[in-house]
């Protein structure tokens, strides 16, 4: 499988359900990144968590990281219908910082009025 | 909020044919990247740019591609001799301090090849 692979890789709830989405990757990594691609435009930034790190919220997201099962998983909770998009993971792996995201194949959220 | 710029939304060009997508960085960020996404495909870097100089570039970027800087505001990706293949999204993005800080994406030129 390739770096960054998110399940499942779509996914339909009713609104105000919880969504969880998952994503695995390879490689030792600096940090791990969520990003939302809503159709036709281009990604949103939703949070960073580090290496170091192994939980972190912001506002109705959740992020965890597990750096030994390489694994992270994005908890949206209460969704709502403005939160139907895709969903992808990005790692950091550079050694300097500056360099490239590797992003998942990503999850597509349906969220059901 | 700043936000990132991309012109055109949608560029319409003959197979062979040279085009030059553009985008406008938020102001402050020193990181510049271009990445691109074939429909239905996870997104894929391009290429890095930092300090006036490429930093990184994948195994897509080739001779065909080229980026520049040419003033303080405007990032600029150069295709050549297009293909079919070509046809994708590109996006690009900047940040304020690499890949350990959040990456500020425009929304895409949509690039078909005829």
């Known amino acids: 499988s390739q770096q960054g692979e998110e399940d499942p890789q779509a996914l339909s709830i009713q609104e105000g359900e919880n969504a969880t989405m998952n994503c695995s990757y390879k490689t030792s990594i600096n940090n791990l990144q969520w990003y939302r691609q809503n159709s036709g435009r281009g990604l949103v930034h939703l949070i960073l968590?580090?290496?170091?790190?192994r939980e972190k919220h912001s506002g109705r997201l959740r992020v965890t990281l597990d750096t030994s099962k390489k694994s992270s998983s994005l908890l949206i909770t209460a969704s709502r219908a403005a939160d139907t998009a895709s969903y992808f993971c990005?790692?950091?792996?550079?050694?300097?910082?500056?360099?490239?995201?590797?992003f998942g194949t990503g999850t597509r959220l349906t969220i059901i009025p | 909020e700043p936000e990132v710029t991309q012109t055109p939304s949608h560029q319409v060009t003959q197979m062979g044919q040279e085009v030059i997508l553009r985008c406008v960085p938020i102001?402050?960020?020193?990181?510049f990247y271009w990445y691109r996404q074939i429909l239905g495909q996870k997104v894929e870097f391009l290429v890095s740019?930092?300090?006036?100089?490429?930093?990184?570039k994948s195994e897509i970027f080739d001779d065909q591609f080229s980026v520049e800087r040419p003033d303080g505001s405007n990032f600029t990706l150069k295709i050549r001799s297009t293909k079919l293949e070509d046809s994708a999204m590109y996006f690009c993005a900047s940040s304020e301090a690499g890949a350990r800080q959040p990456q500020h994406f425009g929304d895409g030129t949509r690039l078909s090849i005829l």
């Open positions: 740019f930092y300090n006036n100089e490429i930093s990184e």
């Open positions: 968590i580090r290496s170091n790190e």
């Open positions: 990005a790692t950091d792996e550079s050694d300097f910082g500056n360099e490239k995201l590797t």
């Open positions: 102001s402050n960020h020193l990181y």
